[in-house]
């Protein structure tokens, strides 16, 4: 009797591959086994393992969009320092992984030749804390419904506040991030500053567009708000003015939806969020600066403010305390006071159930 085909082993799901095998050997034979870390200067960690081993770690920020270029020129220096093995934060920074403390200098002094500056880093045990990088979505160059640019708007509130990533002088974290329309598909709803790009017109239906491209009921079926509704004779979506937020949905789901304006467009400014629960509950951002122009290259205005939030809270923050907290401490009138931010009717909160909503964790207290 003739034996059975055997089937051979079939994988239908790869998956990604285990973390475990990208782990440089130092990490690997020390994982979980960590007794301590400390910043030995800005940009500069190192871990030490109960068994004595220890890893150099050096931190550099970069810009979240990269050429294959840049990307060729910092595989080479970890080959070239660290046996191969880099990492990008959440946060676009780079990360050096060094066994050879001898070589930290001279991996520094490349880096920052090449145009990636070294710090961000902080040490809570001396209340000592660097700026760390942006996170920010695409803008301009890659998305389809943002209202600003997002590199070049960070790259020019960086520039502001390069000696913060260089040094740690500030007294505690700040986070600041940036998304490019309200979709945020940025960490802006929880960060100690945020900034969102903010349609101010509603869609225009380009009525042949949306009768040769779109899905009429997909396209009503996604707005948020019922702003939309189908009109079936002309084969076309007619909008509600009153009722639309400028979110840009209805474009992300047809192409003859544009909402692009870059006369009203702008940037919207957000203050005192954050997900660390540390001596205050997690919070979300609040609106402080409603509306300001879109105004590149270097987007002058949106600069001002943001350097003026974080200088304020740097000089008057006590050590540890966040932004969120400094607010709580002197009180939102004095915020607006200290910063020079103009106090507009825009940002009164008029929700109506706020107690339902933000009142949402273990510290709370009737």
């Not at 909008?239 to 047809?254: A, I, L, P, Q, W």
Request: aromatic share 8%; glycine share 6%.
């Amino acid at each position: 009797m003739a034996s059975e085909p055997v089937e051979e082993e079939y994988i239908s799901d790869i998956g990604p591959p285990d973390f475990r095998e990208m782990l440089p050997p130092v990490i690997k034979k020390n994982y979980g086994k960590w007794k301590y870390h400390e910043v030995l200067k800005p940009g500069v960690l190192v871990h030490v393992a109960e068994s004595g081993d220890k890893v150099y770690t050096v931190r550099a920020g970069e810009p979240r969009l990269m050429s294959t270029q840049s990307i060729r020129q910092i595989c080479e220096l970890a080959d070239k320092y660290c046996d191969g093995y880099i990492r990008f934060t959440t946060r676009n920074n780079i990360e050096f992984l060094l066994t050879d403390e001898s070589k930290i200098d001279d991996l520094i002094k490349e880096v920052e030749e090449l145009g990636y500056p070294v710090g961000g880093t902080w040490d809570a045990t001396k209340a000592k804390y660097s700026l760390s990088n942006i996170v920010h979505t695409q803008g301009w160059i890659h998305c389809h419904t943002p209202a600003i640019d997002a590199s070049g708007v960070v790259k020019s509130i960086m520039d502001a506040l390069f000696d913060h990533f260089k040094n740690m002088d500030l007294p505690g974290l700040c986070r600041i991030s940036l998304a490019c329309c309200l979709n945020m598909c940025g960490a802006v709803h929880a960060s100690d500053i945020s900034l969102v790009g903010v349609h101010r017109t509603p869609p225009m239906p380009d009525d042949d567009t949306i009768r040769r491209t779109c899905e009429i009921p997909s396209t009503v079926s996604g707005c948020p708000t019922g702003a939309l509704r189908p009109d079936m004779k002309r084969k076309t979506i007619i909008v509600d003015e009153s009722k639309c937020m400028y979110c840009g949905n209805c474009y992300t789901m047809c192409p003859g939806m544009p909402c692009f304006d870059p006369e009203n467009g702008g940037v919207a400014i957000l203050a005192g969020g954050k997900i660390s629960d540390a001596r205050a509950p997690a919070r979300l951002s609040k609106v402080i600066v409603p509306w300001l122009p879109n105004n590149p290259p270097r987007w002058p205005e949106v600069v001002d403010v943001i350097k003026a939030i974080l200088e304020t809270w740097a000089a008057e923050a006590k050590p540890h305390e966040r932004i969120a907290e400094w607010i709580d401490r002197i009180g939102w009138e004095k915020f607006f006071e200290k910063t020079g931010i103009e106090f507009k009717v825009q940002l009164i909160d008029d929700f109506r159930q706020p107690r339902h909503t933000f009142r949402t964790t273990t510290q709370f207290k009737w």
